[in-house]
Structure formats: structure tokens, C-alpha cells
């Protein structure tokens, strides 16, 4: 089992970057394969990117190639790179993990969640 914390949100302007991070604690962190997914209110969890226990990494079509994610086993740590952000961007950012250590976009793949990380871009 392990317990996440994401942090690195914030407040920032339109085309800004910011770096998230998804701590874990526990055992065995690098069998894992962790997501990130984003939410505001009164709409559905929506997959934004994950990374498989081997290094493959997923990400939602939205996406197009202005997020990274990546991960320090050593440091038991995911991190997604947000690069030229938009205010649809603007949610509350989770990370997640799956014990079978795939990259799933769906969000019923996983099994552990951290408390999410609001992320606020303004026009």
C-alpha cells in the first residue's frame, strides 16, 4: 500500500510552466504505475498523463506534447511538467497509483489517491 501527496500547484499566467509532484510512501514504490488526472467541479475525473512501472508513459490527447511526466524511484516521486499552460488548464490535479504498475488512462485502474493539487491559470 502506499500514500500519496501531490504539491507544486499554484497560481500562474496563461503560457507559464509549473512541475507537480506525487510523493509516495510505503513499499515497493517503483512496482507501481502511477496517473495524474485533473477535475473541476461538476465534471468527470479527467486522465492527463501516467508512466508504467518500466518508464512507458501515457497521455491524454489534450495533451499535445505540452505535459512530461516522469518518475524518480529512488525519490519516490512522479513529476508532471506543465509547459505553455492554458486557463483551461485550471483544476484540481491528482495523482494516482496502480499496483499492476500499468499506465492506464482510466481512473478505476487505481487503487491508491492522493488529496489532488489545484492549479489556477489566468488569462
Known amino acids: 500500500q502506499v500514500q500519496l501527496v501531490e504539491s507544486g500547484g499554484g497560481l500562474v499566467q496563461a503560457g507559464a510552466s509549473l512541475r507537480l509532484a506525487c510523493t509516495a510512501s510505503?513499499?515497493?514504490?517503483?512496482?507501481?504505475?502511477v496517473g495524474w488526472f485533473r477535475q473541476t467541479p461538476g465534471r468527470e475525473r479527467e486522465f492527463v498523463a501516467a508512466?508504467?512501472?518500466?518508464?512507458?508513459?501515457n497521455y491524454g490527447r489534450f495533451v499535445q506534447g505540452r505535459f512530461t511526466i516522469s518518475r524518480d524511484n529512488s525519490e519516490k516521486t512522479v513529476f508532471l511538467q506543465l509547459n505553455t499552460m492554458k486557463p483551461e488548464d485550471t483544476a484540481k490535479y491528482y495523482c494516482?497509483?496502480?499496483?499492476?504498475?500499468?499506465?492506464?488512462?482510466?481512473?478505476?485502474?487505481?487503487?491508491?489517491w492522493g488529496q489532488g493539487t489545484q492549479v489556477t491559470v489566468s488569462s
Open positions: 494516482a497509483a496502480d499496483s499492476a504498475g500499468s499506465y492506464a488512462r482510466l481512473a478505476n485502474r487505481y487503487q491508491f
Open positions: 508512466i508504467s512501472r518500466d518508464g512507458s508513459t
Open positions: 510505503g513499499r515497493s514504490f517503483h512496482d507501481y504505475g
